[in-house]
């Protein structure tokens, strides 16, 4: 009831006038700068991420809240009425919800999204609020080789999991490692790959990584392969959701968040593995198997469901244990580390009141996406129409003044554009970025704790597997690695037959972590 009491505090400070406006403010630009063609969620997280800077702690938490809900929305409306998704996840989104906008009902494939995401995001927030203290209680038992045993659980899980390839995983996690080890060795004092230059004495600015790697990176690929002429926008058309509709999607939507949950809280592939195996349920339980590729309800319902119910998922990992298991995720890990506050276990201890109204302003903000996205479909679809030579030349723009204003070093905007263009080279050639950036946030904790355990050792390195706990997070390492291998071929089973019914769906052109 402790739980619950802390929960109600949190309310209580989610909902005065004020966080009331950062809510709404956060969902707002959120849903807008995530429903713009070719922008994922991780993309419009980064982006928005500086925009809360010069505020406290609790009112910049719960406008990012909104922000992260509202990119893990915006997707969808792209999907739907473009049939050009922001990421992998959204990819079943554009195959049924595309096909019922071009058939004349858009607004019933948009509505059964929203209140799906609402639904899913509930059910998620809910088993987020009675299970992370739990975690977090038995996270603060751990020794500095337990750590070193979960970061190596996040750096093998996260660099198998994302991309086409491991090895290509694991070399983007070398090249997030190396950023990380750049700066002033905090035990010797000594410089490392500074080349002698004193703006890198002090480290890499994580903040300035994750918005060149992301924003500037994505913007730039994405820029460079978009394709002429006007986008192929589907006017909303017909009615909202009938009550046929409402039957045919509650399911859904309950499976959904049963599926996205679970699988976004371990590191076995994120929301688009959950949103592939949502699809494959959906259809396999479908009395109407002859609707799946042509523009099936339940199509939309269920994967979307499931990709906002992973966003929650995420965040159980990565309060309690300070681990992500996606990119969203591990930009929000930089969220906190830029208010000098680490994500773990001690977490739910040292700042209590903060975490408490940050899961109260995720129900505020949830909600607050339904209101705000029924109504306003009229204005993002005035936003799919903007010119996509002036969206990209903004987001770069406002990339670079966000990242001025963290430090306002001209050297921290010289090395937002070199990882930028780092970020293109690596999409350009198949590696993907969140390894990278899983490595910076996580390579200086893990090179603490492994130093911290060896010198309790006495240079004994028996003692990083010796411990029953780290022994069973490297059986669990094997466990996960043989059930993401699993997921992964099922969803490119999945991905085959999407493929084989509707050869003309467009791939996702956004997120490419």
């Given at each position: 009831?402790g739980?619950?009491?802390?929960?109600?505090?949190?309310?209580?400070?989610?909902?005065?006038?004020?966080?009331?406006?950062?809510?709404?403010?956060?969902?707002?630009?959120?849903?807008?700068?995530?429903?713009?063609?070719?922008?994922?969620?991780?993309?419009t997280?980064?982006?928005?991420?500086?925009?809360?800077?010069?505020?406290?702690?609790?009112?910049?938490?719960?406008?990012f809240?909104?922000?992260?809900?509202?990119?893990?929305?915006?997707?969808?409306?792209?999907?739907?009425l473009?049939?050009?998704?922001g990421?992998?996840?959204?990819?079943?989104?554009?195959?049924?919800?595309?096909?019922?906008?071009?058939?004349?009902?858009?607004?019933?494939?948009?509505?059964?999204?929203?209140?799906?995401?609402?639904?899913?995001?509930?059910?998620?927030?809910?088993?987020?609020?009675?299970?992370?203290?739990?975690?977090?209680?038995?996270?603060?038992?751990?020794?500095?080789?337990?750590?070193?045993?979960?970061?190596?659980?996040?750096?093998?899980?996260?660099?198998?999991?994302?991309?086409?390839s491991?090895?290509?995983?694991?070399?983007?996690?070398?090249?997030?490692?190396?950023?990380?080890?750049?700066?002033?060795?905090?035990?010797?004092?000594?410089q490392?790959?500074?080349?002698?230059?004193?703006?890198?004495?002090?480290?890499?600015d994580v903040?300035?990584?994750?918005?060149?790697?992301?924003?500037?990176?994505?913007?730039?690929?994405?820029?460079?392969?978009?394709?002429?002429?006007?986008?192929?926008?589907?006017?909303?058309?017909?009615?909202?959701?009938?009550?046929?509709?409402?039957?045919?999607?509650?399911?859904?939507?309950?499976?959904?968040?049963?599926?996205?949950?679970?699988?976004?809280?371990?590191?076995a592939?994120?929301a688009?593995?959950?949103?592939?195996?949502?699809?494959?349920?959906?259809?396999?339980?479908?009395?109407?198997?002859?609707?799946?590729?042509?523009?099936?309800?339940?199509?939309?319902?269920?994967?979307?469901?499931a990709?906002?119910?992973?966003?929650?998922?995420?965040?159980?990992?990565?309060?309690?244990?300070?681990?992500?298991?996606?990119?969203?995720?591990?930009?929000?890990?930089?969220?906190?580390?830029?208010?000098?506050?680490?994500?773990?276990?001690?977490?739910?201890?040292?700042?209590?009141?903060?975490?408490w109204?940050?899961?109260?302003?995720?129900?505020?903000?949830?909600?607050?996406?339904?209101?705000?996205?029924?109504?306003?479909v009229?204005?993002?679809?005035?936003?799919?129409?903007?010119?996509?030579?002036?969206?990209?030349?903004?987001?770069?723009?406002?990339?670079?003044?966000?990242?001025?204003?963290?430090?306002?070093?001209?050297?921290?905007?010289?090395?937002?554009?070199?990882?930028?263009?780092?970020?293109?080279?690596?999409?350009?050639f198949?590696?993907?970025?969140a390894?990278?950036?899983?490595?910076?946030?996580?390579?200086?904790?893990?090179?603490?704790?492994?130093?911290?355990?060896?010198?309790?050792?006495?240079?004994?390195?028996?003692?990083?597997?010796?411990?029953?706990?780290?022994?069973?997070?490297?059986?669990?390492?094997?466990?996960?690695?043989?059930?993401?291998?699993?997921?992964?071929?099922?969803?490119?089973?999945?991905?085959?037959?999407?493929v084989?019914?509707?050869?003309?769906?467009?791939?996702?052109?956004?997120?490419?972590?």
């Open positions: 009831m739980d619950i009491g802390l929960l109600m505090d949190g309310f209580a400070t989610a909902l005065q006038p004020l966080y009331l406006l950062y809510a709404l403010l956060g969902v707002t630009l959120g849903t807008a700068v995530g429903v713009l063609p070719g922008i994922g969620p991780a993309m997280v980064a982006l928005l991420l500086p925009l809360t800077y010069s505020l406290e702690p609790a009112a910049a938490f719960i406008m809240a909104g922000i992260y809900y509202g990119g893990m929305y915006g997707g969808s409306t792209t999907s739907i473009l049939n050009t998704p990421e992998a996840a959204s990819i079943v989104t554009a195959l049924e919800g595309n096909a019922m906008a071009r058939a004349g009902r858009g607004a019933a494939a948009l509505a059964t999204a929203a209140i799906g995401s609402f639904v899913a995001g509930t059910v998620a927030t809910v088993a987020l609020t009675f299970l992370a203290p739990v975690v977090a209680d038995l996270a603060v038992q751990l020794g500095p080789q337990d750590f070193v045993a979960l970061t190596v659980l996040a750096f093998l899980t996260v660099a198998a999991m994302f991309g086409a491991p090895a290509r995983g694991i070399a983007a996690l070398a090249v997030g490692l190396l950023l990380a080890m750049v700066g002033t060795d905090s035990l010797t004092g000594q490392r790959f500074t080349f002698g230059l004193p703006a890198l004495a002090d480290g890499i903040v300035v990584v994750a918005v060149g790697i992301f924003a500037v990176g994505e913007a730039l690929y994405v820029a460079s392969r978009m394709r002429k002429g006007p986008l192929p926008l589907v006017p909303v058309g017909g009615s909202w959701m009938t009550r046929e509709d409402f039957r045919r999607s509650w399911k859904p939507w309950l499976r959904g968040a049963a599926v996205g949950f679970p699988i976004g809280t371990i590191p592939g994120g688009d593995v959950s949103t592939f195996l949502s699809y494959s349920m959906e259809r396999k339980l479908s009395k109407r198997k002859d609707e799946f590729g042509k523009g099936a309800i339940e199509g939309v319902a269920g994967p979307e469901s990709n906002n119910a992973a966003a929650a998922g995420v965040l159980v990992p990565l309060l309690t244990l300070g681990l992500p298991t996606s990119a969203t995720a591990a930009i929000i890990i930089v969220a906190f580390q830029s208010y000098g506050i680490q994500p773990g276990p001690l977490l739910f201890e040292q700042e209590a009141p903060l975490v109204t940050l899961i109260a302003s995720l129900y505020i903000g949830n909600l607050l996406l339904l209101v705000l996205n029924l109504p306003l009229g204005v993002w679809v005035k936003l799919l129409q903007l010119p996509r030579p002036y969206l990209y030349a903004g987001i770069l723009t406002f990339a670079a003044l966000g990242s001025y204003a963290v430090g306002a070093s001209t050297a921290d905007m010289i090395l937002l554009f070199l990882v930028g263009v780092l970020g293109w080279g690596m999409r350009q198949g590696f993907p970025v390894p990278a950036v899983v490595g910076l946030i996580l390579g200086p904790i893990a090179e603490e704790q492994l130093r911290r355990t060896l010198a309790i050792s006495q240079g004994d390195p028996s003692a990083l597997v010796t411990s029953p706990f780290a022994a069973v997070v490297y059986l669990l390492l094997l466990v996960f690695l043989a059930v993401g291998v699993y997921l992964k071929r099922r969803q490119s089973r999945v991905e085959e037959e999407l084989h019914d509707r050869p003309e769906t467009v791939p996702a052109e956004g997120n490419r972590s």
